[in-house]
C-alpha cells in the first residue's frame, strides 16, 4: 500500500508540472525534525523527478537547521543516496541572520 500511495503521489506531481507550463515547488522547514515515511516521500519525489524528460519540472527546497542534526541525520543520508543517482543538489549553508 505504502509503495502505491508514493507512485500515486509522484504521477500526481508529474502531472501537474507536465500540464501547469511551470515548475511545481515544494517547500518544507524543520526538516530535522522528519520522521522516516516524510523523508521517503521526499526521496521518491526527488528520484522521480531526476526521471522526466524536463528535470526542471519539480523544484524542491528543504530547511534544516544544522546545529541541531548530525551528518547521520536520516535526511542527509537521503540526500547523498539520491545525488548518487544523478539528482542534482545545491546547499546553502545560511549564517544567523
Known amino acids: 500500500a505504502r509503495k502505491r500511495i508514493l507512485y500515486l503521489l509522484c504521477k500526481f506531481v508529474e502531472a501537474i508540472a507536465s500540464s501547469s507550463g511551470a515548475p511545481v515547488t515544494l517547500f518544507l522547514d524543520d526538516l530535522q525534525w522528519a520522521d522516516m515515511a516524510s523523508i521517503e516521500v521526499i526521496r521518491q519525489l526527488l528520484l522521480n523527478s531526476g526521471s522526466l524528460n524536463n528535470s526542471k519540472d519539480f523544484f524542491f527546497c528543504g530547511c534544516v537547521r544544522q546545529e541541531e542534526v548530525n551528518d547521520d541525520?536520516?535526511?542527509?543520508?537521503?540526500?547523498?543516496?539520491?545525488?548518487?543517482?544523478?539528482?542534482?543538489?545545491?546547499?546553502?549553508?545560511?549564517?544567523?541572520?
Open 73 to 97: 541525520h536520516p535526511f542527509f543520508q537521503m540526500l547523498s543516496t539520491v545525488s548518487q543517482f544523478g539528482v542534482d543538489l545545491t546547499t546553502i549553508n545560511l549564517t544567523c541572520m
